[in-house]
């Protein structure tokens, strides 16, 4: 049972074969195809990885890092999330869709083609993000701001924006 109970805690598997077992280190997939994330809700675990086509759908997080999780295809739908940092993920075509974040700061976290839509932002920052033709609409922020993030093609369309700042973040046609 000790045993047992060790392997599950250090996240380990046996593998029995003929009568004879075997421990073996699960190595995590770093890459995630077509593999939808619909009502899974996760906290204190970190997510990394290439996502390609696989949508988070209704499944909050709490205290769960997003590191070297780049992402193409895939939105984040009705998710909400609070203390969700963002490091080196970059994103292509995946748009935020009613997903209020709360303490999400982006770092080194380049956004390209992927619009926030009634997506509330509350203490996350922009810091050395760049934005490409990323539109937010209806997306209220508040307390952050962008810290040397340029912005290119990414206006705020009926969003508002409280106790914003924005620090050496050029932006054009935004």
């Not at 997510?47 to 769960?64: D, E, K, N």
């Not at 895939?74 to 995946?94: H, K």
Request: with cysteine.
């Amino acid at each position: 049972l000790w045993r047992r109970i060790e392997t599950f805690a250090a996240n380990k598997t046996e593998i029995i074969h003929s009568g004879r077992s075997k421990r073996q280190v699960l190595i995590p997939n770093v890459l995630s195809v077509l593999n939808p994330t619909v009502l899974s809700p996760y906290m204190f675990s970190p997510v990394f990885g290439l996502t390609i086509l696989g949508p988070v759908v209704l499944s909050p997080s709490l205290f769960s890092p997003l590191i070297l999780n780049p992402s193409v295809l895939s939105p984040y739908v009705i998710s909400p999330a609070v203390g969700m940092p963002f490091i080196l993920s970059p994103y292509v075509l995946s748009p935020y869709v009613l997903s209020p974040l709360v303490m999400a700061p982006f770092i080194l976290t380049p956004y390209v083609l992927s619009p926030n839509v009634i997506n509330p932002y509350i203490l996350s920052p922009l810091i050395l993000s760049p934005l490409v033709l990323c539109p937010d609409v209806l997306s209220p922020m508040v307390l952050g701001g962008a810290i040397l993030s340029p912005a290119v093609g990414s206006p705020a369309l009926f969003s508002k924006s409280f106790l914003m700042a924005s620090v050496l973040s050029p932006s054009v046609l935004s």
